[in-house]
């Protein structure tokens, strides 16, 4: 993901935190990505206390959902874990402030690889994440949300603080979905990170991303 990508925001899908069925959800993936346009696809299993899935289920998840993300031209980031993003061919990782660093995420992936930090409502944890080598930072939690323990509601003005400051990219996250998100993307957010938006959809996943790229067409019209 690069500044080309800042014309217009795109949709950041984020796993389910468990996968029962890898091959039922293989088949909501790539339903999922056929409803649009999608950027990217981050595998994030873990508890909404954040308790992580074991290594090995984490691979065999990759190893199923990797070739459809693949297919479809979708960045494929692991979270939490360069070493598993580095043994499964991910195209990078995403981590939080508790995890490993950008900086040694970064020395283990290589400078190809495409690298993104959570930083809550902080401008200042933004800031460090470029100074660092990432390649967005993420804000929120902007909505409430079921998926995690967010430890922080970011008010959208931080976007617009983001955006005037500079242009390393940003992803908004935290309960985003086509009906909430016009202010983010009106406010500068480059990806809307989804998860329960579109995974828990009564309309279905190709119809929830459908629904998320009207909505980001919509706001860019409105502006």
């Known amino acids: 993901m690069d500044e080309t990508d800042q014309v217009r925001a795109r949709v950041y899908l984020i796993s389910p935190p468990t996968l029962p ?21 981050q595998l994030r299993l873990k508890s909404p206390a954040g308790e992580p899935a074991p290594d090995d289920d984490v691979l065999r998840a990759t190893e199923a959902l990797l070739p459809i993300a693949k297919a479809a031209d979708v960045a494929f980031l692991m979270n939490d874990r360069p070493d598993l993003a580095q043994a499964s061919g991910a195209d ?11 900086r040694e995420a970064r020395a283990l992936l290589g400078p190809d690889a495409s690298i993104g ?10 800031f460090k994440a470029g100074e660092d080598g990432a390649d967005y930072a993420a804000f929120g939690a902007f909505f409430p949300t079921e998926t995690k323990s967010a ?15 500079t242009v390393l990219p940003c992803v908004a996250i935290g309960g985003v979905t086509a009906q909430n998100c016009g202010p983010l993307v009106r406010a500068g957010a480059d990806f809307l990170a989804v998860s329960a938006g579109v995974w828990r959809a009564p309309e279905g996943p190709e119809a929830a991303v459908a629904a998320l790229n009207s909505a980001i067409d919509r706001a860019n019209d409105s502006e």
Do not use: M
Request: with cysteine.
């Open 21 to 41: 069925d890898i091959t039922v959800f293989a088949d909501a993936f790539r339903a999922a990505l056929s409803g649009g346009d999608v950027a990217c696809f």
């Open 92 to 102: 990078g990782v995403h981590v939080g402030q508790s995890d490993a660093s950008c």
């Open 117 to 126: 930090v959570t930083c809550h409502a902080s401008i200042d944890l933004g």
């Open 151 to 165: 430890p922080t509601q970011a008010p959208i003005s931080v976007l617009e603080q983001w955006r005037e400051a």
